[in-house]
């Protein structure tokens, strides 16, 4: 299983703001290591959503934001969408694995 | 435009070999880091490792060394993803990224991905 946890479902009703969890440790988050974060539709490839633990990249909208603190990451959706249904996923990189990990991922419903 | 383009799907039996392929371009290939990543059917993503195409700097996460082999052809800007003998446990769709930052250092994400390949292992 993964070293960073994120909850398994996250829901909000349309024009809501969301927020993502994502769970680490010393060995990585906490290290200071970056959070990047991914959006995958269903059935397509994971796209960047927000690198650098706050970063966006050209293209992404200013109603996704990253945040970090301690051992511990947040996504945050507001004026949450129907096509923000997706699957969430954080990423670090581990010292003890010496390797990057995924989050567990998180599907968010739009109500 | 950066894009990277996998090879399609497979379909093979345990026991089998098998290596797919990821080549990219609209960018200078071998600056920059190549990671592979599992998805296997209805679960979440496992990164599987990277590669520096430019001199084949390797390196796997725990649960794939000696599992799988990454490699590249820097004169053909692609990289592969190889198994020698394939188990139904490998079905699920891979994807590779190119990786932006210092991956050495802890510090890259994968800015582009490839479309995915996927491969099934069945008897």
């Known amino acids: 299983q993964s070293v960073l946890t994120q909850p398994p479902s996250v829901s909000g009703a349309p024009g809501q703001r969301v927020t993502i969890p994502c769970t680490g440790s010393s060995s990585n988050i906490g290290a200071g290591y970056h959070v990047h974060w991914y959006q995958q539709l269903p059935g397509t490839a994971p796209k960047l959503l927000i690198y650098?633990?706050?970063n966006r990249p050209s293209g992404v909208p200013d109603r996704f934001s990253g945040s970090k603190s301690g051992t511990s990451a947040s996504l945050a959706i507001s004026g949450l969408r129907a096509d923000d249904e997706s699957d969430y996923y954080c990423?670090?990189?581990?010292?003890?694995?010496?390797?990057?990990?995924f989050g567990t991922g998180t599907k968010v419903t739009v109500l | 435009e950066v894009q990277l383009v996998q090879s399609g799907a497979e379909v093979k039996k345990p026991g089998e070999s098998l290596k797919i392929s990821c080549k990219g371009s609209?960018?200078?290939?071998?600056?920059?880091?190549v990671a592979w990543v599992r998805q296997m059917p209805g679960k979440g993503l496992e990164w599987m490792g990277i590669i520096y195409p430019d001199d084949s700097n390797t390196k796997y996460s725990p649960s794939f060394q000696g599992q799988v082999t990454i490699s590249a052809d820097k004169s053909i800007n692609t990289a592969y993803l190889q198994w020698s003998s394939l188990k139904a446990s490998d079905t699920a769709m891979y994807y590779c990224a190119r990786e932006w930052g210092v991956c050495s250092g802890g510090s890259c994400y994968s800015d582009f991905w490839g479309q995915g390949t996927l491969v099934t292992v069945s008897s």
């Open positions: 650098g633990n706050t």
């Open positions: 990423q670090s990189y581990d010292s003890s694995l010496s390797g990057y990990v």
């Open positions: 609209g960018y200078y290939f071998i600056s920059y880091w």
